[in-house]
């Protein structure tokens, strides 16, 4: 089957640290791969994508590699802000048609906690 | 536009009511999905419809029913809950591999 697995959390960073969150996953076919955040009382947001291997996604300064090698996709932020402060969930989803279209299959999550 | 809109926000009910969460998008997206997340944990699929017609129920119990009456919108309809169904009910809807979330349904079952 498909899993995602993410690095143990909470994290506990100050501001303008550096920033990366482990996730590694197993796939039966070619997954995308995405990080979804989420803010305190709020839904989900996608953070960044990468469709296939090598790819890099970027977005608000989070970079993530999709590494097929390692099957790995880390998170990572060269300086973090208090209003990074969230919980991060690494995705996978198959593409292709048939039932699993857009499935996403989630890591557990990491809580990130930035400090002044 | 990349919003998909959920209401209500909020929703506390009885176990012996009937309720219904709502969510709309207007993407032209042909995928919409019901998930379940409880507190500090991932989101769990509950239902998935593609060209709204539900092809994946995973194992919901029967007080939980979906409805897409149209490409735009999904609704799920609620019926003598229990307390351990209180969560937080996220659509998401997609065209491609990524899926793009509303704010969710806060729901307290009491």
């Known amino acids: 089957g498909n899993s995602v697995t993410q690095m143990e959390g909470p994290v506990t960073l100050s501001e303008e640290a550096f920033l990366t969150i482990n996730c590694t996953y197993t796939?039966?076919?070619?997954?995308?791969l995405f990080w979804y955040v989420q803010y305190p009382g709020e839904g989900l947001q996608l953070l960044l994508k990468?469709?296939?291997?090598?790819d890099k996604g970027s977005n608000k300064g989070f970079e993530a590699t999709y590494r097929k090698e390692t099957t790995s996709f880390h998170l990572e932020k060269g300086s973090v802000q208090v209003s990074d402060s969230a919980v991060y969930f690494c995705?996978?989803?198959?593409?292709?048609?048939?039932?699993?279209?857009?499935?996403?299959?989630f890591g557990q999550g990491t809580i990130l906690t930035v400090h002044p | 536009d990349t919003e998909v809109t959920q209401t209500p926000k909020h929703l506390v009910m009885g176990m012996t009511n009937k309720k219904s969460l709502k969510c709309e998008q207007h993407m032209g997206h042909r995928a919409m999905y019901w998930y379940k997340q409880k507190a500090k944990k991932p989101p769990e699929l509950m239902f998935v419809y593609s060209y709204e017609k539900l092809s994946i129920n995973e194992s919901v119990p029967s007080r939980f029913s979906p409805e897409c009456p149209n490409s735009s919108l999904l609704n799920l309809h609620l019926h003598a809950l229990q307390p351990e169904d209180s969560a937080l009910y996220l659509c998401?809807?997609?065209?491609?591999?990524?899926?793009?979330f509303g704010q969710g349904t806060r729901l307290t079952v009491v």
């Open positions: 796939a039966t076919g070619y997954p995308s």
């Open positions: 998401a809807s997609s065209q491609a591999s990524e899926a793009f």
């Open positions: 995705a996978l989803s198959l593409r292709g048609g048939g039932t699993s279209y857009g499935k996403l299959t």
């Open positions: 990468a469709t296939k291997a090598d």
